[in-house]
C-alpha cells in the first residue's frame, strides 16, 4: 500500500467519524455515532481493498449483473403493488426481492464475466474478424517455458502468431523462482524474468499479462488449464506432465520439444556426415559427439580421433522419449579418400 492510498484511507474513515458524530443518526448518542461512522470506514475500506484485487473483467460482470438484478427488483416490486396485499407485506417483500435479485445479479456477473467479451457489453466497439481471430489464437506460457528461453527466440523468428497470454500466478510463481535461496533456482528464475522482457520489447509480438485467477483451483498448472479452456486458448510448455495433464482434459498443448525434434534435420542410414568428437563413448573404442540442437551421435571406432572433425557414417537411428540418437561408424578409409581428393 502507498502511502498516498493510506492517507486517502485515512481521510475517508475520519470524514465518516465526523459526519456520524455531527448529524447522530438513529438517534445515538455522540461517542455511539462516532464509533458508527469508524465501523462504517473500516467495512468501506476493507471492501475497496478487496475489489483492488478483482480482475476488470470479474469487476464489469458484477456490476452489470447488479444493475439488472436491481432492475428486475424494481419490476416485480411495482406488480406486488398492484395486488391488494396489506402495504407492510408489499414494502417487506419489495425490500426482499431487492436484496435478493441484486446479490443474485452480483454474483452471477462477477462468476461469468471472465467469458464476457468486453465488445459484448458495449463498452469498446465490437472487435473485426481479424481481431476477434487473433484473441482466440491466444497462447498461455507457463513457468518453464518461459525459463527455457527458446521461446523468445522463436518469437524473434515471426513464427507465432496471436497473443501471447501471462497469467499473474505464472509471474508470481517466477518471481517466488527469482527470489529463491538457491542459487540455481535464482538465476533460473531471473532468466525467465530476462526472457519476458526480451519478448515484451519485440515490436511484432503482442504480450497480454491477464488478472483472471482461479482461487478454488490448487496448482499453477490446474489453473493454467482452467484459463485455457475459459479463453479457448492453447498452452505453451515443455513440461511434460503439464502436457499430458491438459490434453486429458481436452486443452491443446504447444510444447517446445515436440517442435524441436520435428525440426531436427532427417538423417538417413547410409549417410555421411561430418561431426566433432567431444568424448569417449560408454562401449569400447566409441566416441561421442553432439550436433548443434543437441542430438548425441554414438561413433564407433572413433575413440583415438577425440577432439577431432571427422566424416563418419551412419549406421542406424534411434529415437526415444528423451529424445533422438543418431549411431554411426568411423572408417580410416573415409578419412583417407577425403585427403586423396584434390582441393
Given at each position: ?258 517442435l524441436a525434434n520435428a525440426l531436427k534435420p532427417v538423417v538417413l542410414p547410409g549417410e555421411t556426415m561430418r561431426v ?58 573415409m578419412r583417407q579418400e577425403s585427403v586423396a581428393q584434390p582441393s
Open positions: 500500500m502507498t502511502v498516498e492510498m493510506g492517507v486517502v484511507r485515512a481521510t475517508l474513515v475520519a470524514a465518516l467519524v465526523a459526519a456520524s458524530y455531527r448529524f447522530r443518526p438513529f438517534h445515538l448518542s455522540s461517542k455511539e455515532a462516532a464509533l458508527l461512522g469508524a465501523v462504517l470506514g473500516v467495512i468501506f475500506v476493507g471492501c475497496e481493498m478487496r475489489l483492488q484485487k478483482v480482475g476488470p473483467a470479474r469487476l464489469m460482470g458484477s456490476a452489470i449483473g447488479l444493475i439488472a438484478g436491481i432492475l428486475a427488483a424494481l419490476m416485480a416490486g411495482h406488480l406486488l403493488s398492484l395486488t391488494t396485499l396489506e402495504k407492510p407485506t408489499v414494502s417487506y417483500l419489495q425490500l426482499a426481492l431487492l436484496v435478493f435479485f441484486a446479490y443474485l445479479g452480483a454474483v452471477i456477473g462477477a462468476t461469468k464475466g471472465i467469458q464476457a467479451s468486453p465488445a459484448f457489453v458495449g463498452v469498446v466497439p465490437s472487435p473485426t474478424s481479424a481481431e476477434a481471430a487473433v484473441l482466440k489464437e491466444g497462447k498461455l506460457l507457463d513457468t518453464s517455458v518461459i525459463i527455457d528461453g527458446r521461446i523468445a527466440d522463436l518469437c524473434e523468428t515471426g513464427f507465432v502468431e496471436g497473443t501471447l497470454i501471462i497469467p499473474q500466478f505464472v509471474l508470481r510463481e517466477l518471481q517466488l523462482v527469482a527470489d529463491s535461496a538457491d542459487s540455481l533456482k535464482r538465476n533460473r528464475g531471473r532468466r525467465g524474468l530476462e526472457m519476458l522482457e526480451r519478448i515484451q520489447k519485440m515490436s511484432g509480438v503482442r504480450v497480454q499479462i491477464v488478472e483472471e485467477d482461479f482461487p478454488k483451483v490448487r496448482g499453477v498448472d490446474m489453473k493454467l488449464i482452467e484459463l485455457a479452456r475459459a479463453r479457448e486458448a492453447k498452452i505453451m510448455t515443455n513440461d511434460f506432465n503439464l502436457n499430458k495433464v491438459a490434453q486429458l482434459q481436452g486443452v491443446t498443448v504447444l510444447n517446445i520439444n515436440d566433432f568428437i567431444l568424448k569417449e563413448g560408454k562401449e569400447y573404442n566409441q566416441g561421442v559427439a553432439y550436433l548443434d540442437d543437441g542430438t548425441m551421435v554414438v561413433v564407433d571406432n572413433a575413440r583415438k580421433m577425440i577432439s577431432k572433425t571427422i566424416d563418419i557414417a551412419v549406421t542406424s537411428v534411434l529415437q526415444t522419449t528423451a529424445g533422438r540418437m543418431i549411431f554411426g561408424k568411423y572408417d580410416d578409409r
